[in-house]
Every structure is written in C-alpha cells, then in structure tokens.
C-alpha cells in the first residue's frame, strides 16, 4: 500500500468519522444564536471561534461536512448508477447506440462543470436535492466514458468469447464478465469523483444556489466569512482549510487506489535479496 493511498484512507476516513459524528453530536448547537459572543477568537470554549450570530464554528464545520460528503456521494452515486449501465450497452452493443452516447457526451463536456451545474440549480432553484441533481448530471457521461473505454478490450478477451460461444447473452456477458473486471477502474473514479462533487457542491452553496439555511454547509459559511475577513480572519481561514483537506483526502484516495490497482506496476526486489 503506497503513501498517497494510506493518507488518502486516512484523511478521509477522518472526514466521514466526523460527519457521522455531527449527526448525533456537536460541542455546541448548531442552531444555537448567541449574538453577545459573535465573532470570537478561538478559545477554550471555542476551539475554533464563533461566526457573525455567535454559533460555534467548529460545530458548524462538523455539521458542514455531513451535508457537503452527502450531497457528493448521493451525485455521484446518482451519476455511476446511470453512467456505468449506459457505457456497458454502448460498449456491447456499438452502433448508433455507442454514437449517440459519445456525441451527448461530447454536448455535456462542452460545458464546464460547475458552470452546467450553477446553470442547472439557477433553472430549477436552490436547494440540497436541486444540488445533487445538478453534480450527478455532469457525473453521468464521465462514468460512461470511462466504462466504455474499459469494456471495449475486455469484449475482445478470450473468456469473454468463449461467454459467447456458450451462449450468453450479451447482457449477462457485460454483468457476470464485464463489469466485475472493471471494479477497481471504477472504484478509482468514484474517489476522485468524490472531491470534484464536494467542491462542486461547495462552489454551490457559496453563491447561494446549493444546500439553504438553517442547514450548515461550508459553502455558505466561507461566504459569509469573506465579508468579515478583516474583523475575523479565522473563520475564512479554518472553512477554507476544511474544504481543501476534503477535496484533497478525495484526491489522494482515487490517485493511491490507481497507483495500488494498477496491474502494470512492478515491485522491485529488496538490495541484499
């Protein structure tokens, strides 16, 4: 197991802890106004300062995460779910169905993620399901490019034609043979799937268009703490901490299971071996 992959575990591990933990309990509530100790330092009461109405930042960060690693993997679970049959029928069956799919591909990457996204959630108004709706959408072609151009040569491996030779149907060829030599590719991209949909996400929320109060969401917190950067440098700083360490976590998750899966990779023997 490489380093990237083990901090990556690590990291992300830590996140998904956190957030499950915020579900069922936060140092403070987080709904909770106290205006007379709006904008503190961090404190021992406080370990990370307190916003503009006085909640407790670290327990808006705890809750926060719940709600961005949700909407994420909802999106891009949404995204596989519909991604990945599609690439295995374009990949079986080729023809106008495997032209089709490319060319809508093609129409979908045309635009910049969160641009398609911002225009999505601006055409079917804010909210949390509108988010996620928005972030699968743009996760759907990825998906099936990427199990179509891994299908493609496996069709023309020898147990795939010996399949067909004992007459399988080309449906239970792509379930039964297919798709389970594709699970480490996919795995891979669902990780690295992960951090784009939380920044996504978050890109959202900060412009107003993601997950809407009361519920916390780091988007919305790094947008108001950019108003109040001079009088609380702090919670711009530890919102924004958060929101890299969990894109990055993502990341170095999907880059250390490519490096870990990758069949290509030789192991060098030891010195004095």
């Known amino acids: 197991m490489n380093a990237r992959l083990k901090l990556g575990l690590l990291l992300s591990g830590l996140l998904v802890t956190v957030a499950l933990l915020s579900l069922a309990w936060t140092p403070h509530d987080v709904g909770a106004l106290a205006l007379a100790e709006r904008l503190q330092p961090p404190s021992a009461r406080h370990w990370l300062g307190t916003d503009q ?42 023809g106008w169905l495997d032209e089709a799919l490319m060319r809508g591909n093609d129409l979908v990457f045309a635009f910049p993620p969160l641009l398609l996204a911002v225009l999505l959630t601006a055409t079917l108004g804010p909210g949390a399901l509108n988010a996620i709706l928005a972030v699968g959408v743009f996760n759907v072609p990825v998906f099936a490019r990427i199990t179509r151009g891994g299908a493609l040569p496996l069709l023309q491996r020898e147990f795939v034609l010996a399949a067909r030779a004992a007459g399988k149907t080309r449906v239970r060829i792509a379930r039964e043979h297919v798709l389970p030599n594709l699970a480490g590719l996919l795995l891979v991209q669902l990780s690295i799937q992960l951090s784009l949909a939380l920044l996504a996400e978050t890109g959202l929320s900060y412009v107003g268009l993601g997950t809407q109060p009361p519920q916390p969401s780091w988007g919305r ?30 990341h170095l998750l999907g880059e250390g299971l490519r490096e870990w899966l990758d069949p290509r990779r030789v192991t060098l023997p030891e010195v004095g071996t």
């Open 221 to 250: 917190t790094l947008a108001d703490a950019q108003t109040l950067t001079a009088l609380a440098p702090t919670l711009a700083l530890f919102t924004g901490a958060a929101i890299a360490l969990a894109v990055l976590a993502f």
């Open 53 to 94: 109405l006085g909640r407790d930042l670290l327990s808006l960060l705890m809750r926060g995460s719940a709600t961005s690693l949700g909407v994420a993997c909802v999106a891009v679970l949404l995204g596989a779910g519909l991604g990945v049959p599609l690439g295995l029928a374009a990949a079986a069956r080729g």
